[in-house]
């Protein structure tokens, strides 16, 4: 795809002229500065005077500023041999009358004064005068000079910063203008929603979008306020920008895309004049989509560690993307798209209603939609008949759309190093190796075991909440790693205000499940529970301590609403309480990851059938979930409880 720059305002081509009047300037004055060339005078030494002026070739001298001699001869020596050079005009080739001819130093000027009367009283005719010839340009021109040379060095190292990529000698005037790249909606941006496999919700998400910028009328008319921002969270090369791309290219808007690093820049206020410029250009093209990739540049909470300067420049470039998301009317038709895989650290002002009200997750794909984004990157190469894309995507587990699209054209270029007619299953097993050689230095590939630990661990919560009457009804169970966690489980809490003890003690059963599945299958427990064992240790903590479930603590809570103990410095209750604290806690918890056990030896069978459902899918819903254990016999009474 070619990409266009944006850079298309007419001043780019102004600062060569500007270089070229410098130059010129400079030249002239060096003209003028010499007392020579335009005159088109010859340069002589005082001798060669004399000489001259003894032969009584001489009409006229005038000296100027007391130091430069100019000769002019008499007609009858232009005629002379010896002056043929000086005789004609040097621009025009007409023989010069008027002169002067030469011109040279005088060097002590009452010496040569008194030589010109000399030569005067001996009877040689000629005349001579002092002129004063103030060269005010050359007076101006030196005073400048430091300037000269100060802007000169700036200009180099303006251009040094700005990274000069290939944008000639714009930067100087564009520092404060915005690096988008622009593509534009009808000619470059060919992407559409066939090119993003996958991805199914975040698409249907974004749609709305789509329609917006293609009918807005449609959605203002009924008083409907339309998004001005949505935020696309996911990890690095899940084809956020190729979705956000993909809009553009469904509504044929311009899409100005940047990312969030290219508005930090050491000068203050640069990366706030930017943000202006960049919308300034959206407006002009609206409707348009900007697209900021890497937000969390800019955008992460305000007031922290402010202690460098650096920071200020930051929050100013934050602000002034808050001040012109607020600024522009909901029918300015200008959407801001921006790419995160850290919504947790951004500023918190971000999300508010009217900026980046909308979230979009963007998960690493799992085995079907691997499938489906192979399809797409194979479609462009010569393949061996009997390729089989199941099989590619059951070898590429925690790939994302980007290092499938790597192994694809790997693959190609292995083959065609081998010399092949067409790419077959080798080749995409060798690409597959060189890349997951790559990746695991970034630490997101999980080998087969790892993926098989990880797989009875979600199966355990799965199993263990599933036989709990108390723990919420499961959704969702995943094994494809999603933010730092490798696997996820998705629940439909219960709303509830008051929570009772076996309903706590039946989720943190349940939240034990995992690592108890760890420990009944492989007689081994591993590090991946640690988020399990803090959510659990905390709901332990907190029966004791704050809600007095506790029989042997009793109904006290030490949680001080006022919140003026907030530092703790002294623990509200005595050591041998904090003992017996400490005791209950883990009491409670040792119960349950028994329980969790017990439960999971009972049902050794369909964990196991679960965890290798899970192992091939990936992804497994309830449904599965009713298949394997049959239906749940607690659904019933939960919704008559809830009446
Ligand atoms: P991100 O912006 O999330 O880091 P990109 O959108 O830049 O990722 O994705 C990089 C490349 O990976 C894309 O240009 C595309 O070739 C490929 N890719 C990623 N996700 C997908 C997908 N769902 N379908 C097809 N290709 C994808
Ligand atoms: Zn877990």
Known sequence: ??????????????????????????????????????????????????????????????????????????????????????????????????GPHYNFEVGDLELFQRKLENAESSGIIFNYEFRTIENKWFDVLIGFLPLIILVGLWIFFMRRMSGGAGA??????????????????????????????????????????????????KY?????????????????????????????????VPFFSLSGSDFVEMFVGVGASRVRDLFKQAKEKSPSIIFIDEIDAIGRARGKNSITGSNDE?????????????????????????????????DKALMRAGRFDRQIYVDLPDVRERKEIFEVHLKPLKKTKDLDVDFLSKQTPGFSGADIANVCN???????????????????LDAVDRIVGGLEKKNKIISPKEKKTIAYHEAGHATVSWMLEHAAPLVKVTIVPRGRSLGAAWYLPEERQIVRTEQILDEM???????????????????GALSDLEKVTKQARSMVTVYGLNDKIGNLTYYDSSGQNEYGFTKPYS?????????????????????????????????????NYLLEKEVIFKEDLVRIFGERPFEEKISQEKK
Not at 9 to 28: A, D, M
Not at 238 to 244: I, R, V, W
Not at 410 to 428: M, P, T
Request: hydrophobic share 40%; glycine share 8%; net charge positive.
């Open 314 to 346: 930051r929050e100013n470039t934050l602000n002034q993307l808050l001040t012109e998301m607020d600024g522009f009317g909901t029918n300015t038709n200008v959407i801001v798209m921006a790419a995160t895989n850290r919504a947790d650290v951004l």
């Open 410 to 428: 790997e693959a190609a270029l292995i083959a065609a190093r081998k010399s092949k007619k067409s790419v077959g299953k080798q080749d995409f």
């Open 1 to 98: 795809m070619k990409n266009k720059k944006s850079n298309t305002n007419p001043k780019n081509n102004s600062t060569y002229w500007i270089y070229g009047l410098i130059i010129s300037v400079f030249i002239i004055f060096s003209y003028i500065g010499n007392g020579s060339g335009f005159s088109g005078t010859k340069k002589i030494n005082i001798s060669t005077f004399e000489k001259y002026l003894s032969s009584g070739d001489v009409s006229k001298i005038t000296i100027i500023n007391k130091t430069l001699a100019e000769v002019t001869l008499t007609e009858n020596a232009l005629m002379n041999e010896i002056h043929r050079d000086v005789a004609t005009n040097n621009f025009l080739g007409q023989r010069n009358v008027i």
């Open 575 to 611: 050591d041998t309480t904090a003992q017996i604290i400490d005791k209950e806690i883990s009491n409670i918890i040792e119960t349950q990851f028994k329980r969790a056990i017990g439960l999971l030896k009972k049902h050794k069978k369909k964990l196991e059938e679960l965890a």
């Open 220 to 252: 203002t008319k009924l008083g409907g306020k339309i998004p001005k921002g949505a935020l696309l969270v996911g990890l690095p090369g899940t084809g956020k920008t190729l979705l956000a791309k993909a809009v553009a290219g469904e509504a044929k």
């Open 509 to 527: 059963c349940a939240a034990l499940g995992g690592r108890a599945a760890e420990k009944v299958i492989f007689n081994k427990i591993s590090t």
């Open 168 to 217: 000639g000698g714009s930067q100087i005037f564009s520092i404060g203008k915005s690096k988008a790249k622009l593509f534009d909606g009808n000619k470059d941006t060919k992407v559409t929603f066939k090119d993003v496999a996958g991805l199914e919700g975040a698409k249907e998400e974004v749609k709305e979008i789509v329609d917006f910028l293609k009918s807005p009328s």
